[in-house]
């Protein structure tokens, strides 16, 4: 195991600060907002998957007493421009559908009234007549020349496709001794956040402005984007922050919710809250997930050596194209996981369907191209008759050769696969379990091992969002994050934050990082989040960013502040500052222990606030510095696009050992352990971050065995409800064994790397593979998810000739 | 997802509930731990004009021995047949069934008469009604009947009670010496409404030969179902691997259309009609 920096607070075990205020219901979330003659809203829905509107009847909802206004696609647009999109192809949409629908959930008509229930009791009154459409709801259906079009203004549903080649993918085919070939099925699932999306809009017609309370997670990246759906002008667009209850991605923009609140609140100069429900989270929240069909090949050598890998993408984006393919590029991150493959190409083929919109999900996509390369991974082994663990070992990247170029132009940072791998061995008594395998076979019972070794990249940079189309097309190239550090006249810390809690740990890592830097305990300091009005810039939660930026921001923040503390002191110690050290919450003259040669951060803040004679005379008062941290390590792509430059480069890796018992008679899995280790550099918080692991592995696990956003054949939404989403609970996941590798990254304040997003990333193949290793009797290969009992007794009884 | 406008009784008297019923007709519905039926509402699949709200009424909630059996309330909560001593030693096979049903939150809500009165047919509370022969007893206004669990379920939400009765009381008649039972299921997701539950009594001679077996399953059909021929079948056989797995071959000619869903094919339930079949058959008999 690498070592490790030594650190007083950074990588200390202490508890949560965000918990109290959670478990106590102290914190307050967008639906706690009240205000005086608020309106409460609700959206009627397109039942059908693809229809033109014809015509809208409101009249008698208009009547309805308690209702302020009843508003159409057509009259919203007045008010609105359509929503934010992130794609260069000509996809709009609006936050209320103005001619046609395009997917089953689709808003109509918003209606305000005095209580949410009148506003649904006037959606009861709306009589729509409708001209229905062919709906477009199989992907490869949809691709036909002649099938109908999810937006007429384009030539094809097929909206983004290309194939990107990186590096001499032919060459190293054509010297492969093997192929590898797979087509495997990755679900559409959906984020479902415990807090749905909401906003509170408050437009002022005297001066102009509105306030907005809402659980947008980007707010200081994106709500000047949002102005401009509301057409206001960004500075009069003031965006509170609010504790999220998760988003996992699904809250990165929420034009439609903030829109539709925004355009009722304008209408009336009232304050309106929309707050969604489950069902319209479920069927019209836009933060459905990659749905993909790859068909996958890997080269290599009969001696186990990968030399290329080839990914053909379908992908079902649904009905409108927010981030265009982010989930895709988010692949070229990490396209070759933890080895060394010489080249890569990746065909994508985005295609729009009618169904609620695919943007972004823990992990991205990431997930699922981690999926399909440890499928192949197995799969090669299988074939090529030598052990997976092996087979990796053999192929890992060294830890000499970081950072390390991959061949889309992107970087790993730094890694140790070996060592995560034997960490994971170390801890999973696999011996024990291919006996037990051997002696309960011999029983009629099948218990399997799934091993994998996969890539958790962290830190995206904002090139990802446009490096995709050709030059000269370029967008943002930064992804910043600010901190602002304040000492009072009384020695206490404040420490602003201006991107939102979302549920993870910024206040706990923020107080680990000031103690660490000025070596005070982590409870000296208070935190706040501000608002867009007083913002600085920020680029929010996303892609397993926050330590990493947090961190860097509070060092710049902190080296004001001390780089101030120190003159100050030496003024008044008559030293020189270059000689001053932070100890024990004392600013010291370095080397002296005497505590007449030191000053305490209070009597420095006293002097800084309130004695401006004892201040270096061109010193002005006070004691704060802001910092705003850069991505520490990126670059562009080049013109041809066959670099990308490094845009995700802090990479961490993890190996998860599932082991399972399938029930071969019923088809049902039971976990009998499950060993994850992960390397995310210099933990910063163990169990913030273990947190972080045991959760994502939920989501992993509901992947591989339960979720699935299910669509009929006419477009109807069939997981409308969690009764029909099966999203698992705690009785679902196994007890999971963590634990921490650490390689520290060399671009990042303390050696950090994110670290959110990889449980998510790395249990499905774990758990498909533990799977299929039971069935091998059978000769089952598992090339599709979510691995129902239903489909395993299918498969075994297939494989039995039944 | 709020319901429409509805007018709301909280009658504390089983009485005055009667008298509310027969008033309101079929405008009303009994609200009883609501975890079916405010979802319902919510989501305005169903819009009553009232809401008879029963769970003020003292002396509804209840379990009792009586001469030939126990006397369950029909308001007793779903965390009472999993937790009470008399149904523990008496009817294990109802604590049994009670724990697949959701989560300790929603067990403490949801009632006997209710599960019973919304007749899902992925309910485990039903086919465990029928195995054990139980008697629902029925109040209306001025009048009270007696129905069988055979003759309660009628389709999916579908029972033979009429406009203005309510399920008051279930009656449990005790299973005879040498009797055991066992309920098991398969769902997708821990907690979650059964693909499908078979609940099984077995009751055995001195020479462990079969004296009486019950099956009764949820999951393969609009209704629970008694595997009466299954059952029939069993009888005089002894107790071994291989009348069970002929068990497990009967029940699937009794499964006329099994539902075919998201969550399970209708090939698949019958096939898991089979297997559990098997299973509940052998666990019963082992525990006597
Ligand atoms: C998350 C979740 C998971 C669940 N999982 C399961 C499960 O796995 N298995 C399962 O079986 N159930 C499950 N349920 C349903 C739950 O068990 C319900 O409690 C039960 O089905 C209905 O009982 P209730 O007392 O809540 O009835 P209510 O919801 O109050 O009423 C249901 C219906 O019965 C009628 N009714 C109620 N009491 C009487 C009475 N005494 N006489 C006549 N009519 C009456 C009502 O008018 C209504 O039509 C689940 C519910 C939830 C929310």
Redesign the interface.
């Known amino acids: 195991m690498t070592t490790t920096p030594e650190f007083k607070w950074v990588g200390k075990d202490i508890k949560r600060r965000e918990d109290p205020s959670l478990l106590m219901g102290t914190a307050k979330y967008t639906n706690d907002v009240q205000l005086p003659g608020m309106l409460h809203t609700a959206v009627l829905r397109s039942p059908y998957a693809h229809a033109r509107i014809i015509n809208i009847d409101t009249s008698a909802a208009k009547q309805l007493p308690g209702v302020h206004v009843v508003l159409t696609g057509r009259e919203a647009a007045e008010i609105l421009n359509p929503v934010p999109a992130f794609c260069a192809e000509p996809v709009v949409e609006h936050a209320i559908a103005i001619e046609k629908v395009r997917y089953a959930g689709e808003a109509v008509v918003a209606v305000a009234a005095d209580t949410r229930y009148i506003a649904e009791d006037a959606l009861d009154l709306i009589n729509i007549e409708w001209e229905l459409l062919p709906p477009v709801v199989d992907m490869l259906a949809a691709m036909q020349p002649d099938a109908p079009l999810v937006h007429e203004n384009l030539k094809s549903n097929v909206v983004f496709d290309h194939t990107f080649v990186f590096g001499d993918v032919a060459a190293d085919f054509a010297r492969a001794d093997r192929v590898i070939k797979r087509r495997l099925r990755w679900p559409r699932a959906t984020a479902a956040p415990m807090e749905p999306s909401g906003a509170v809009c408050s437009y002022d017609p005297g001066s102009g402005r509105m306030e907005v309370w809402s659980n947008t997670n980007m707010l200081n990246f994106v709500a000047w984007v949002i102005a401009s759906t509301l057409k206001l002008p960004p500075h009069m667009v003031n965006f509170n922050p609010m504790y999220v209850g998760g988003s996992f991605g699904s809250k990165h923009v929420l034009g439609k919710v903030i829109g539709i609140a925004g355009a009722l609140s304008k209408m009336t100069g009232r304050p309106v809250k929309f707050m969604e429900d489950r069902i319209d989270n479920l069927t019209a929240n836009d933060s459905h997930a990659a749905d993909r069909i790859y068909d996958a090949a890997l080269a290599l050598t009969n001696d186990g050596t990968f030399l290329s890998v080839r990914l053909n993408t379908f992908d079902d984006y649904g009905a409108y194209f927010m981030f265009a393919i982010a989930g895709n590029t988010n692949v070229m991150a990490q396209a070759i996981g933890p080895y060394k493959i010489n080249s890569v190409e990746m065909d994508i083929k985005a295609i729009l369907t009618n169904k609620n919109q695919q943007t972004v999900f823990r992990g991205a996509g990431s997930d699922v191209s981690n999926w399909v390369l440890e499928r192949l991974v197995d799969a090669a082994a299988d074939e090529l008759g030598i052990d997976g663990i092996e087979l990796r070992r053999h192929n890992f990247i060294q830890p000499d050769q970081f950072p390390y170029k991959i061949p889309t132009g992107n970087y790993y940072d730094s890694g140790n696969y070996a060592g995560v791998l034997d960490m994971a061995l170390a801890n999973a008594q696999l011996d024990h379990w291919r006996a037990e395998q051997v002696r309960l076979r011999s029983e009629g019972r099948y218990i399997g091992i799934g091993l994998v070794s996969a890539q958790q990249r962290s830190t995206y940079s904002a090139t990802e969002f446009w490096f995709h189309n050709p030059a000269p097309a370029s967008g943002l190239t930064t992804t910043p994050e600010s901190v602002r550090i304040g000492i009072g006249p009384t020695g206490g810390f404040n420490a602003t934050l201006f991107s939102t809690f979302w549920g993870n740990s910024p206040e706990t890592v923020v107080a680990q990082a000031i103690a660490e830097e000025f070596d005070v305990d982590p409870s000296d300091v208070n935190i706040s989040y501000e608002s867009t009005r007083h913002g600085l810039p920020s680029a929010g939660p996303g892609g397993s960013r926050l330590t990493v930026m947090l961190s860097g921001a509070v060092r710049g923040a902190a080296t004001k502040v001390k780089d101030k503390m120190f003159k100050i002191a030496a003024h008044l110690l008559e030293a020189n500052a270059d000689d001053m050290e932070l100890r024990a919450g004392r600013v010291w003259v370095k080397g002296l222990n005497d505590e007449k040669y030191s000053l305490s951060i209070a009597d420095i803040g006293m002097k800084a606030y309130w004695h401006k004679f004892d201040l270096p005379p061109d010193m002005e008062s006070g004691l704060e510095g802001s910092f705003t941290y850069d991505h520490p390590f990126s670059s562009p792509p080049n013109a041809e696009r066959t670099d990308l430059g490094a845009f995700y480069p802090m990479m961490g890796n993890a190996v998860h050992i599932a082991i399972v018992e399938v029930d071969v008679k019923t088809g049902k899995v039971a976990f009998l352990d499950f060993i994850a280790v992960h390397d995310v550099g210099t933990v910063m918080n163990p169990r913030a971050l273990q947190g972080q692991i045991r959760g994502g592995i939920a989501q992993g696990i509901g992947i591989a065995l339960l979720e699935e956003m299910r669509y009929g054949p006419d477009g109807q939404n069939l997981s409308s409800t969690f009764n029909d989403y099966l999203l698992p609970s705690t009785l679902d996941i196994p007890n999971i064994k963590v634990f921490h590798h650490v390689t520290p990254s060399p671009f990042t304040t303390y050696g950090v790397k994110g670290g959110g997003e990889g449980g998510r990333m790395v249990a499905p193949p774990a758990v498909t593979r533990a799977i299929e290793d039971a069935l091998t009797p059978f000769g089952i290969q598992i090339s599709e998810l979510p691995i129902t009992p239903e489909s395993i007794v299918k498969a075994i009884a297939a494989a039995n000739g039944a | ?5 509805f007018h709301y009784f909280a009658p504390t008297a089983l009485e005055d509930a009667l008298v509310l019923l027969a008033q309101h007709g079929a405008e009303a519905r009994i609200l009883a731990g609501g975890q079916s039926l405010v979802p319902q509402m919510n ?2 699949r169903v819009r009553p004009a009232t809401l008879i709200d029963i769970n003020r009424i003292a002396n509804l909630a209840y379990v009792q021995p009586t001469t030939t059996g126990i006397a369950i309330g029909a308001l007793t909560r779903t965390t009472t047949l999993e937790h009470d001593a008399l149904i523990g030693s008496r009817q294990p096979l109802i604590a049994e069934a009670a724990r697949y049903i959701g ?1 300790p939150a929603i067990r403490n809500r949801g009632t006997l008469g209710g599960s019973l009165a919304h007749a899902d047919p992925n309910a485990e509370l039903p086919p465990v009604m029928l195995a054990l022969n139980a008697e629902i007893e029925v109040r209306q206004h001025g009048s009270s009947r007696t129905i069988t669990a055979a003759n309660f379920f009628q389709g999916p939400a579908k029972t033979s009670l009429t406009t203005g009765e309510l399920i008051s009381e279930v009656r449990i008649p005790d299973l005879p010496p040498g009797a055991g039972s066992a309920f098991i299921e ?1 769902s ?6 059964a ?1 499908v539950g078979v609940a099984a009594v077995v009751v055995l001679n001195a020479d462990r030969s079969i004296a009486e077996a019950r099956v009764a399953l949820c999951g393969v059909g609009p209704t629970p179902l008694r595997a009466t021929q299954t059952e029939q079948g069993s009888i005089g056989q002894p107790a071994n691997a291989h009348t069970w797995a002929a068990a497990a071959t009967a029940v699937q000619h009794e499964i006329i259309n099994p539902p075919d869903d ?4 209708a090939d ?1 339930r019958r ?2 009609a089979a ?2 079949v098997e299973r509940a058959l052998t666990s019963a008999a082992a525990r006597i």
């Open positions: 997802m709020k319901p429409p406008n989501m305005r989560y398969v997708r997701r821990e907690g979650g409404y693909i998201l969550h399970g094919s698949y096939h898991l297997v559990l």
